[in-house]
């Protein structure tokens, strides 16, 4: 069983959240200027057209009264960061696919917590209690299945799809709801007389790979129910990550900071909720598009003993960030880290009596201060009882 937790309109609605005044009116968030881009749209503002990816231009010619908010992008890392350790108390096996969205796979957790619609309202509940914003989840055998339903569920709902109800929530849907088919596939099966998932499922499978090539056989295999990609949760990872798009090229180091700080502090959550710590710290980037090399930069470093501490991890990212020669203004930034140590028990991390968590040459003051903030942080994971996760997982 799989659900896909999606935040509604999450960095609208965190600024209706924040600013009373834009509660029920039409908000966009995004850059001003020229080039500006809607980057969310609350409800209100999308009954108007609306829509994120729009210029900024079209979404005030769309909607006169519309108000423009800019994008907060740390504050919304935090709240994700959140977000992600209210799904770790239902399951370690979750997949984040940006910082409002994420597969979480309950299977293991289903007999501990009574169903999966049992575990989408907690979480829906903890989110709206703690919070106070909405979020959809949808669930299903897969994640095609649980991805659709979260869509249909919003706003500010919920829908599981029961396994034997596959099919019969499948088959009438248009083949655009496939993740992955885009207008160039759409088109070429209309053109086969296929308008919906039912007939893609129905279709001979020769005539689809002849018509689609090797894509074919998973596209139908997905439209028939077949659906086995995983949850591709953090224990089988080799690294820990976190990233964002900026809407406009960036080059002050304050902002870059910020972004940085922020994932590092998600990464860090992430291995003390995993019981892991990490030796490589990665920082990445991408130059702005108009720079002439538009590719994906790495800078790594390996720390003498392995860590689970954001600012050990931030400090090392922006060291590596400042160690770079005429940078580039960038479009993306990232942080990760590598060279993982699972064998700690999760304990330590946290009472945070273990010797080895990487600060030496550090006061002892500040090394005391910050495990108790780590401790706080993961106050959550502690109150969730990971051990009773795992039992029901051994079950
Ligand atoms: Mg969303």
Redesign the pocket.
Known sequence: MILHA???A?YASVEQRDDPSLRGRPVAVGFGGKRGVVAAASYEARKFGVRSAMPSSTAKRLCSEIVFKRCRMPVYAEISAHVREIFYRYTPLIEPLSL??AYLDVTGSLRLFGSAAAIAERIRREIYDELNLPCSVGGGAGKLVAKIASKKAKPDGLLIVQSEGTLAFLRPLRVSEIWGVGRVTEEKLLSMGIVTIGALADRRSDEIERELGSWGPLLQGLARGEDLRRVEGDRSRKSYGEENTFNDDVSEREVIEGMVIAHAETVARRLRANATCGRTVTLKYRPSTRNDSFRLVTRSRTLPVPTDDGPTVSKTAMALWDAEVDPPPIRLVGVQISGLDRDKPLQLSLFGESDDSGESGRGGEDRDRRRALNAALDDIVERFGSSAIKRGRSE
Do not use: A, G, I, N
């Open positions: 999606d935040m509604d999450f409002d969205e």
